[in-house]
T-cell receptor, first 109, second 113 residues
Framework: KNEVEQSPQNLTAQEGEFITINCSYSVGISALHWLQQHPGGGIVSLFMLSSGKKKHGRLIATINIQEKHSSLHITASHPRDSAVYICAVEARSQGNLIFGKGTKLSVKP | GAGVSQSPSNKVTEKGKDVELRCDPISGHTALYWYRQSLGQGLEFLIYFQGNSAPDKSGLPSDRFSAERTGGSVSTLTIQRTQQEDSAVYLC???????????FGNGTRLTVT
């Protein structure tokens, strides 16, 4: 079993839909990252969380440390949101990142 | 250039040759990370540096891989006697310190023929 599990693996949505991507992990963590990988391959860090909730524009990330679960929400989705979204955790007291396999999101106009 | 810079952006090499990949982190960032992404695969963590020190090298795929960082700045990832399975995009990221937001470079696409 992978230490970081994402769901769904693939997601197709219509423009305007509310989207949720889930991440569950099994190790103790110091922080959790949500990354966005563009179709061209570039990677952008969206959020880094250690507790609670963060919001940036139409993106919201939440984390529940007790349940070892995080969600990434996209409100009013747009075709430009089409990308692979990757959850990664920093194991406690270590610097290595453990990655989920990513969720490929496609938003249709 | 305030971002993470990687060079070269593309590298084609023959099997058996050595290659060096370079990463210039954002100035002042103490933590530096190397990852790779093979075709159709997810991201794979390789190694991280805190300053010039790499506390955990267990992510390196084989002893043909090595990395160093000097002056708390530039890092090089060296692959000796390259194999075709080394073909991947090698990504570098830096952060102000451990457990801080990551800033990624554009990667080096390595093709071993």
């Amino acid at each position: 079993k992978n230490e970081v599990e994402q769901s769904p693996q693939n997601l197709t949505a219509q423009e305007g839909e509310f989207i949720t991507i889930n991440c569950s992990y099994s190790v103790g963590i110091s922080a959790l990252h949500w990354l966005q990988q563009h179709p061209g391959g570039g990677i952008v860090s969206l959020f880094m969380l250690s507790s609670g909730k963060k919001k940036h524009g139409r993106l919201i990330a939440t984390i529940n440390i007790q349940e070892k679960h995080s969600s990434l929400h996209i409100t009013a989705s747009h075709p430009r949101d089409s990308a692979v979204y990757i959850c990664a955790v920093e194991a406690r007291s270590q610097g290595n990142l453990i990655f989920g396999k990513g969720t490929k999101l496609s938003v249709k106009p | 250039g305030a971002g993470v810079s990687q060079s070269p952006s593309n590298k084609v090499t023959e099997k058996g040759k050595d290659v060096e990949l370079r990463c210039d982190p954002i100035s002042g960032h103490t933590a530096l990370y190397w990852y790779r992404q093979s075709l159709g695969q997810g991201l794979e963590f390789l190694i991280y540096f805190q300053g010039n020190s790499a506390p955990d090298k267990s992510g390196l795929p084989s002893d043909r891989f090595s990395a160093e960082r000097t002056g708390g700045s530039v890092s090089t990832l060296t692959i000796q006697r390259t194999q075709q399975e080394d073909s991947a995009v090698y990504l570098c990221a830096s952060s102000l310190e451990l457990f801080s937001p990551l800033h990624f470079g554009n990667g080096t696409r390595l093709t071993v023929t």
